[in-house]
């Protein structure tokens, strides 16, 4: 953990939710290095980390998605049986059937983290990641480590 | 993940994030956080457990209502 650099990007004042979280459209941003069997796995052989980002749809299927990471920082028994843990579909699918929620964004959005190196990051991926959000019209995040 | 989030946010989007790491979240400072007590590997709690992923979930979303940021809150499950 040392080895972070513990870069801060500053977002004050910070968004508002302009709606109830029963209108809102919400989108997923994990950093467990998901990705669909027709994406290549991130690399985890770049110094300082992959700052790329995957693409993950509404209807993929969860149990087929791959995890790339193959750190053993963490357990990954728990992903490995339920990929809900960090990519919670079914959860807010059945938020969604009881109008908790408004919608699931069309498309979610998955990056590697562990990326000790954040220059390309910040300067490019996620912001690249935000202004696609933004596209969708999604009303709100939630990004999920591992 | 916090920069990620704080990207998000400064982009014009509400952001809620899950933390599993205390001390490296607040060196980050992202704007709302829900602190889960669970290993690493297990953001939602427990494999197969939809109850106590929901718990979570919603403990979560709720935590984009809030307007006094930055906002911490934690779930025990």
């Known amino acids: 953990m040392r080895a972070y650099p513990y870069r801060r990007v500053e977002w004050r004042p910070g968004a508002r939710l302009e709606k109830p979280l029963s209108a809102c459209s919400i989108a997923v941003v994990t950093t467990a290095a998901f990705h669909l069997p027709s994406q290549p796995p991130f690399d985890e052989t770049i110094r300082g980390g992959d700052s790329s980002y995957r693409e993950l749809p509404v209807d993929a299927c969860l149990p087929a998605l791959g995890i790339a990471h193959k750190s053993d920082a963490f357990d990954h028994a728990g992903l490995e049986q339920d990929r809900n843990l960090a990519f919670p579909l079914d959860r807010l699918r059945e938020l969604q059937a009881d109008g908790a929620i408004g919608a699931l964004a069309l498309t979610h959005y998955s990056f590697m983290g562990s990326i000790t190196a954040p220059g390309k990051l910040i300067s490019t991926s996620a912001p690249a990641v935000a202004s696609l959000l933004l596209k969708q019209h999604v009303d709100a995040v939630l990004l999920t480590p591992v | ?77």
């Open chain 2, 1 to 77: 993940m916090g920069l990620i989030q704080s990207i998000i946010e400064a982009a014009g989007i509400p952001t809620v994030s899950i933390s599993l790491l205390r001390e490296v979240t607040e060196k980050v400072d992202p704007p709302r956080v829900l602190y889960v007590d669970r290993p690493l590997g297990f953001p939602l709690g427990e494999p197969g457990n939809p109850g106590v992923q929901r718990a979570i979930l919603i403990q979560a979303l709720e935590l984009l209502l809030v307007g006094d940021l930055p906002t911490r809150s934690s779930i025990q499950v």
